[in-house]
């Protein structure tokens, strides 16, 4: 049995570990030669492992996680920095194995920009992008806002910030709407938040990246207030608006994802609908969530038009006509 | 929550160690989290004597899922919460038995994710030839564990007097790994492990 499950393991190329442990289970392999099929695919032998410390298959996924970056409309700085840290990472990388100076890499970002601009979502890609780096252990996103930052009587923030800090270790901690924890003036204990944030960010420069995000003016504000702040983030990224073509694009691009297209009526349909801030207007305008929203509407709205019909074509289930999103808001 | 996966071959004294370890630590009663190849979950309360009756045993391939207990281990001034767990023991050639194969191939998998590795080898059945011979189970368990640095490995049964005149031949066949004599039934030798567990969670 031994020698024609031998057989069988050369015969059948085993794609994924877990092909492997089919293998055993269906008794084509045995366990002995599954651990030779896994030492394959794990490159682990004593005499071939990578000298570079990298495993293989390091540089495909960070590129898997970058493209799924490049594919977010506009955005074109963040993308660029990104690339930037990436390539500063790997050179660092070679400098230590030519035995020179590292430099630390101090992480921690400001994000500014309106609702919907792509900010969590930046984040999120990020941790991945870190984690397969090697920056970040764990590369997981921690959301917290000021109700989970501030404590309710003297001596609580620092704990419940502190846990939060703990929870984030390995990964990125993301407060959103940050200004808020300088909001409450003098006696309020979003200043003693700050300070246990920043003693933090110092101590545990290398296991953490902390992400302030919040609007543009309030941010500015915000740092205005506390001057030690704005040195002890070395990376600040404005996320602008989008404009009409590009917001068009992202509506576009969420109807594919999810099997639907627009047609040409209904994108011109969809271009009066958005209307962008101008500079000067102050209107809380929801940028790509409200293309989404609207998006999700006309989604419902194509349903209940189709739902009295008794045969559909293929292409009736995939199109939005103009009429489904008028009356959306 | 860190997890330590009990690896070696069937009837090794896995079982034993895994239940006697956690008496070790200082638990009267245990909870065995039962996670069959099938994914079915399913947890019983033992009291740690009850355990050992009902989950050892002298036939082969008593175990044939994993088992799972949360245990806590006294590190500095606090305690940590660790997972011990308990797999099917692997042999080199392919079982008849499909539950036991699947038993197997569950074993190799979580010993993928684990993040510490405690292999047993039974002291009394160390061979002459054995580290000569790569085509051995036991073999295979201490390359990956050499390759994952996370990994201690344990001469059981270290009470019988045939056993121990193996201990040198063990260390020699397996070089690079850190061997400790134990007695899984005794419970002897495992303040070393509790050294090295706790260095490791």
Request: proline share 3%; glycine share 6%.
């Amino acid at each position: 049995m031994l020698s024609q499950s031998l057989r069988w393991g050369e015969i059948m190329a085993y794609l994924w570990p877990n092909d492997v442990l089919k293998a055993i289970e269906a008794g084509q392999i045995s366990p002995l030669e599954a651990f030779k099929r896994l030492r394959e695919f794990d490159n682990t032998p004593s005499n071939n492992r990578d000298v570079s410390g990298t495993q293989p298959g390091t540089a495909q996924r960070v590129e898997n996680i970058l493209s799924e970056l490049d594919n977010l409309i506009g955005l074109s700085e963040v993308k660029l920095l990104v690339r930037e840290i990436n390539a500063f990472i790997e050179i660092q990388k070679r400098r230590e194995k030519e035995r020179l100076i590292t430099e630390p890499l101090v992480l921690h970002m400001i994000f500014k920009g309106n609702p919907g601009t792509g900010k969590t979502t930046v984040a999120r890609i990020l941790g991945k992008v870190f984690r397969e780096m090697g920056v970040l252990s764990r590369g997981h996103l921690i959301e917290v806002e000021r109700a989970d930052l501030v404590g309710e009587y003297i001596g609580h923030t620092a704990q419940k910030m502190r846990d939060q800090l703990k929870r984030a270790y390995g990964g990125i901690l993301f407060i959103d709407e940050a200004y808020s924890l300088a909001r409450g003036g003098e006696k309020d204990f979003g200043k003693e938040a700050i300070d246990c944030m920043v003693k933090a960010m110092e101590d545990h420069k290398e296991e953490l990246i902390l992400i302030l995000a919040g609007y543009q003016q309030e941010m500015e504000t915000f740092l205005q207030t506390n001057p030690g702040l704005r040195s002890r983030f070395p990376i600040h990224i404005d996320f602008p608006d989008y404009n009409k073509q590009e917001l068009l694009q992202i509506a576009d691009q969420l109807c594919a994802k999810r099997q639907y297209q627009l047609n040409s009526q209904a994108k011109s349909a969809l271009l009066g609908l958005i209307n962008p801030p101008t500079i000067s207007s102050k209107d809380n305008f929801g940028n790509a969530r409200t293309v989404r929203n609207i998006i999700e509407k006309a989604i419902r709205r194509q349903a209940v038009r189709l739902l009295p019909k008794h045969s559909t074509t293929r292409e009736e289930l995939m199109v939005i006509e103009p009429d489904d999103l008028t009356g959306v808001e | 929550m860190r997890e330590c996966l009990i690896i070696g071959r069937p009837n090794s004294g896995k079982t034993m160690f895994a239940i006697n370890f956690a008496g070790y630590l200082g638990v009267k009663k245990v909870d065995v989290t039962f996670r069959t190849y099938d994914g079915l979950i399913t947890c019983r309360h033992y009291a740690i004597d009850q355990a050992k009756r009902e989950l050892c045993g002298i036939a082969l391939h008593k175990t044939r899922s994993l088992q799972s207990m949360v245990l806590n281990m006294p590190v500095g001034k606090t305690a940590v919460k660790f997972k011990l767990t308990d797999t099917c023991g692997v042999s080199e050639q392919i079982h008849t038995d499909l539950a036991i194969r699947k038993g197997m191939a569950q074993t190799i998998g979580q010993l993928r994710s684990v993040d510490f590795i405690l292999h047993i080898v039974d002291l009394s059945l160390v061979q002459k030839d054995d580290a000569a011979n790569k085509a051995n189970i036991d073999y295979e368990f201490y390359n990956y564990g050499i390759a994952r640095n996370t990994y201690i490995m344990l001469g059981n049964k270290a009470d019988l007097v045939a056993a121990r005149e193996n201990l040198p031949r063990l260390a020699a066949g397996f070089p690079q790994a850190t061997v400790i004599p134990i007695s899984a039934l005794y419970s002897q030798g495992f303040r070393e492990v509790k050294t090295y567990v706790a260095k490791n969670i």
